[in-house]
């Protein structure tokens, strides 16, 4: 779970990390009561999870309660780069001696946590990999040791000295993000001196380890302040694996990778795939029926393509499932059904049985997206 | 011949009392499996369908010379189970169940460094060497003996091809689930190697998804270790750039995580890969005309 700036700069506060003074307006007349609290001179930053607000006019630097009023204005009305914006962070404005970036996050392949600290920042980071690799300190941090005083000293031993202090507790601080609430990326950038000698984190990247959310509630909970589609709620609360995507063929599997492999065979079919649902392991027929339930109510879906591979799933359970969402609702479009593994046959004779006017029966994977593909073509053709 | 586990592997099932189980304990007996024991806290002395069921790992290992795990428990209770199994000196742990901590895994897999055991996942279906023991979920049925050894970060994904290479009387020497989390037990790496010793696997599919660099590195490792020959799959071609990472991601890895990325590695390697489930049952059977 991808935490927003100003959720990430909660938690950041509640480790001791310095920020710069600011709150959170969800309209343009709280922007202008926090910007005359903080004396006028604020930015005003949308709240979105896309990079390059700075250049793309994300972040306004104003310089008085009027101006925060109606830069938030504009940002909450037109949106980030077509993205909806609910929140503004409204912050003191400071003046920035120097720019830095730090950050801890995974490395898979070691299967240890790598600290960086960069003494270049407030820009795309990857940019100075490439052209001043030497600007970047990293360090391999040992899960069961943790980041040790001496790693952090290293980190931020070629930085100005008057910042290394502040930025070495400030990397202590983000790893014990990294334990105390399961977060897989904690990224500053910039981390900045300032003209009084003080190290603040400008922005905020925190990523939390969807596996670990049970043992946060207070984090789970942030997720309410997520917009979220209907269709992506229901799936999220019934547990399933869904992500909107633009085609009209309507993808439901078993397992990620199958579920994967399936939007590619039916894009080399030539159709775009609707989604991506991924029922998950065993599922049972109250989840299949959600599953065809939720692609279902995505307008563009012009038909759907229902591919299982049984392992724990039983076939006949699927079949069950899908029989028993076409009771609960209408589908206007057909349904192409491939199932394969345990329980298989079982399935299909329970399908051929119901010979319910919208399923088609395929046996293999390739042909039901060729099938599924024609079909959503011919539907798109029909409708128009 | 086959690789990590043979007719002679003996299983303990930590969790053998559950649902899941028993019955996943059951199917792999029934398959053939040497299934000698299981653990369940507290209900040491009782014993589901024959099986002996006792308080600790320790003591199973013990009493019945269990020499593999086979971890069915749920997430918050699996570290735990793998650290017993560990320290209770079992060569093998196989860990099935899904949804464990990233940072609780980070902690397993740096206790396991340099220590004498292999882990097979977590979340993965485990591994099968057919017609000798099915440690884990994958359904015995799809598979048969053969030449092929098979190593897969997906579960599904992997049922789905051994079925076509089946169907095509193309058998298989071990089918291993690494599992789909970031951290993980065996790799690519630790698989190919395996498979490059085992004198009856003539060949390799390795079957790898978008995210992290697995795949670049097995590339490398196979252009500079392997003689035998290897087909890859990559899933995840149309799947949709993924949600903020952040950007310190791509710099660990050097790469993008992209299955395009992957394919081209694999192929810069002299690895065939193939453009679905199908093209890579196709891919096989060519290479092992050749090799014949």
């Not at chain 1, 043992?215 to 909970?221: E, G, M, T």
């Not at chain 2, 199994?85 to 860990?95: E, H, M, R, W």
Request: with cysteine; proline share 5%.
């Amino acid at each position: 779970m991808d935490l927003y700036e100003h959720q990430g700069k909660e938690l950041f506060a509640k480790h001791g990390i310095p920020l710069v003074e600011g709150s959170v307006a969800e309209s343009p007349e709280q922007a202008r009561r926090i910007a005359e609290r903080l004396g006028g001179r604020v930015a005003v930053k949308a709240q979105v999870q896309i990079g390059g607000r700075g250049k793309g006019g994300g972040i306004a630097l104003v310089e008085s309660p009027a101006d925060a009023e109606s830069a938030a204005r504009r940002i909450l009305s037109e949106g980030f780069r077509g993205t909806p914006v609910t929140r503004v962070l409204v912050e003191r404005l400071v003046e920035i001696a120097e720019q830095f970036y730090a950050a801890i996050t995974l490395d898979r392949s070691a299967q240890r946590y790598l600290a960086m600290v960069s003494s270049e920042g407030g820009i795309v980071i990857e940019e100075v990999a490439r052209a001043t690799p030497e600007a970047i300190r990293r360090v391999e941090v040992d899960p069961i040791l943790g980041l040790r005083t001496y790693q952090a000293r290293y980190l931020v031993g070629h930085l100005p000295a008057s910042a290394r202090e502040g930025a070495a507790g400030i990397a202590q601080k983000m790893y014990a993000i990294v334990t105390a609430a399961d977060a897989t990326l904690v990224e500053i950038n910039p981390l900045v001196l300032l003209g009084d000698g003080a190290v603040v984190a400008l922005d905020s990247k925190v990523t939390i380890d969807d596996n670990a959310l049970s043992r946060h509630p207070d984090l789970a909970a942030l997720r309410s302040a997520f917009p979220v589609d209907p269709t992506q709620a229901r799936a999220n609360e019934k547990g399933l694996q869904y992500v909107k995507l633009d085609g009209e063929v309507g993808i439901i599997g078993n397992g990620a990778g199958l579920v994967m492999s399936t939007l590619d065979v039916v894009t080399q079919a030539g159709g775009r795939p609707a989604n991506f649902l991924d029922v998950g392991g065993g599922a049972s027929a109250d989840m299949m029926a959600t599953s065809l339930e939720v692609v279902l109510s995505d307008p563009a879906v012009r038909s759907v393509l229902v591919n299982i591979f049984g392992g724990i799933t039983r076939g006949e359970l699927v079949a069950q499932g899908i029989l028993e969402a076409l009771s609960r609702i209408e589908a206007g479009v057909p349904i192409v059904v491939r199932l394969d593994g345990t329980n298989a046959e079982e399935g299909r004779r329970i399908l051929e049985k119901a010979a319910h006017p919208r399923i088609v029966a395929v046996p293999t994977m390739l042909e039901a997206a060729k099938k599924a593909v024609e079909l959503a073509t011919t539907a798109s053709a029909g409708a128009a | 011949m086959a690789v990590l586990v043979d007719e002679r592997t003996k299983v303990a099932v930590q969790g053998i009392t559950g649902r899941e189980g028993t019955f996943h304990t059951l199917r792999n007996r029934a398959y053939g499996t040497k299934v000698v024991a299981g653990v369940t806290p507290g209900k040491g002395g009782q014993d589901v369908e024959g099986i002996p069921v006792f308080d600790t790992v320790t003591e199973a290992v013990r009493r019945t010379g269990a020499d593999a795990s086979l971890i069915l428990v749920p997430a918050r209770f699996s570290p735990d189970a793998i650290y017993e199994a560990a320290d209770a000196g079992v060569p093998l742990i196989v860990c099935i169940t899904e949804g464990i901590p990233i940072q609780d895994m980070a902690l397993v897999a740096n206790y396991l460094i340099g220590k004498p055991h292999m882990l097979v996942g977590p979340n993965c279906p485990g591994l099968i060497s057919p017609g000798k023991s099915n440690v884990g979920i994958i359904p015995g049925e799809i598979c048969k003996p053969g030449p092929v050894g098979l190593i897969s970060r997906s579960g599904t994904l992997t049922y789905q091809i051994v079925n076509e290479l089946t169907h095509r009387g193309i058998g298989q020497s071990t089918c291993i689930g690494m599992g789909g989390d970031p951290i993980h037990g065996i790799g690519f790496v630790d698989a190919l190697a395996r498979f490059e010793e085992d004198p009856e696997t003539r060949g390799v599919v390795l079957i790898g998804e978008i995210g992290g660099d697995d795949e670049e590195r097995a590339a490398d490792f196979i252009s500079d270790h392997m003689t035998t020959p290897v087909v890859a799959y990559v899933a995840g071609f149309s799947a949709p750039p993924g949600k903020r990472m952040g950007h310190a991601g791509a710099i660990v890895t050097g790469s993008s995580g992209t299955a395009k990325g992957k394919a081209e590695a694999f192929e810069a390697a002299g690895v065939p890969v193939g453009r679905n489930p199908v093209h890579v049952a196709e891919l096989v059977e060519e290479t092992l005309a050749k090799t014949a």
